[in-house]
């Protein structure tokens, strides 16, 4: 695909930071809803997915979290994705 079809999913994951106030903080990673899978523009909260271990601030802000950290987040974000679209085998 060479541009944006904008065409997507009806379900997909929203991800936000949240500083947790004490020199950390997560990633929360939630299921939404699409109102349509041509250039959706509303999406509502679904379901709560997961969350991750407490980060600190200065490694995240500065993108030094570790490989293994950085790993497990994207393969949280695949996993749930192939769920949501029911290509888990």
């Known amino acids: 695909m060479e541009c944006d079809d ?3 999913s009806k379900m997909g994951l929203a ?6 106030g004490n020199g950390n903080s997560r990633i929360f990673i939630d299921d939404v809803k699409a109102d349509k899978e041509e250039n959706p523009i509303n999406w ?6 997961t969350y991750t271990p407490e980060l600190i601030n ?3 802000d500065n993108m ?3 490989d293994k950290q950085l790993q497990e987040i994207g ?5 749930r994705l192939l769920a ?5 085998k």
């Open 15 to 20: 991800v936000c930071l949240r500083d947790m």
């Open 84 to 88: 949501l679209n029911g290509r888990v």
């Open 75 to 79: 393969e949280a974000v695949v996993a």
């Open 44 to 49: 509502k909260h679904d379901y709560f997915f």
């Open 58 to 60: 200065e490694e995240i």
């Open 64 to 66: 030094q979290l570790s």
């Open 6 to 8: 904008k065409i997507r």
